[in-house]
């Protein structure tokens, strides 16, 4: 890549931040886009803060001027977009942040890029990217059987994964109208450090560490198909090196498990790691369930594999492992976002 910078949104929340740590830690020069809503942390990129290569603009992807700023500043090589509201309960509670954060903020920043990008010389034009990090909540619920693919029909079912969904018809319509060079992933569950505690892994670890009740929805059956959020990061890397524009790339980690698997699979490396006299799962409480909660969700990745070379280097064991780990060495994280997050 040239020495202009890849523009990161979202890049003090869990993925972005893990990106943004990533680029700067081989070399790319990163500007770092993120407005701070309770999910961002500046303490979440403090490893990077210090560096000549990396830059925080506290920017709301909705203000199209400050956008257009950034575009013009700063000349970016690149664009990768993680600002969203991310959670699926708070967009039950209160749809209307999605819709302006994930479809008005989408289509202001494709905007300004677009702008932007028919001002550069013909070889920077040609090698611009727009990456835009989506979900596999876009095609909706599977049953027992099946996985997503790229191919697979949108059918989004809660408001988080609708203005998803939206964000996503948005950025490929950038493309084929204007040839903007953008490309689409759409990502199974993440899990690993910096996730902020109102996502289920983070949450099971924190509530057992407390000895409160491990809340689970339903019975526990749902199922999810779990990524390390390091493993994600390198897809993210090869899309933006590799993938050809206009593509969209599915990615997961081969790696259901029912959410009651999940939280037991915690409180046995609790167990292990910080016994409390009694098993850890003893705290498992079932809670009504979550409204319209999507059963199934299986990604088949083999078009990034055989495309980009892409596959996980961390099974659902070692993740979960490194997982728990960094959350009992980062008590002190995890108890100032929660704070500003209820603040
Ligand atoms: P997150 O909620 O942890 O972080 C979101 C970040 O965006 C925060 O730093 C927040 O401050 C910032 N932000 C929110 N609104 C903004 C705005 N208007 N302007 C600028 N910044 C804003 O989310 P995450 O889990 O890291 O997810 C990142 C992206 O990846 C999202 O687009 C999400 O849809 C997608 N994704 C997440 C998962 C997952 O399992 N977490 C899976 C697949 C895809």
Known sequence: MSDRPVLVTGGAGFIGSAVVRHLVA?????????????????????????????????????????????????????????????????????????????????????????????????????????VHVSTDEVYGALGDSGRFTETTAYDPRSPYSASKASADHFVRAWHHTYGLPTLVTNCSNNYGPYQYPEKLIP????????????????TGDNVRDWLYVEDHVRALCAVLEG????????????????????????????????????????????????????????IDASKITSELGWRPRESFESGLAKTVDWYLQNESWCAAVTKRGEA
Do not use: M
Request: hydrophobic residues 40%.
């Open 26 to 130: 081989r070399g790319t020069p990163v500007v770092n886009v993120d407005s701070l809503t309770y999910a961002g942390h500046r303490a979440s990129v403090a490893s990077v803060e210090d560096d000549p290569r990396y830059t925080f603009e506290h920017v709301d992807v909705r203000d199209a001027e400050e956008v257009r700023r950034l575009f013009g500043q700063y000349r970016p090589a690149a664009v990768v977009h993680l600002a969203a509201e991310s959670h699926v309960d708070r967009s039950i509670d209160g749809p209307g942040a999605f819709v302006g954060t994930n479809v008005i903020g989408t289509y202001t920043l494709l905007e300004a890029a677009r702008a932007y990008w028919t001002t550069l010389e013909a070889a920077d034009r040609q090698a611009f990217r727009f």
């Open 203 to 218: 949450v099971v670890i924190t509530k057992a560490l407390a000895g409160e009740p491990i809340p689970v929805y339903g």
């Open 243 to 298: 993938g050809r524009p206009g593509e969209t790339y599915a990615v997961g980690g081969s790696c259901e498990r029912s959410n009651l698997e999940v939280v037991r699979s915690i409180c046995a490396v609790l167990d292990e790691r910080r016994p409390a006299g009694a098993p850890h799962s003893q705290l498992i409480t079932f809670v009504g369930d979550r409204p319209g909660h999507d059963w199934r969700y299986a």
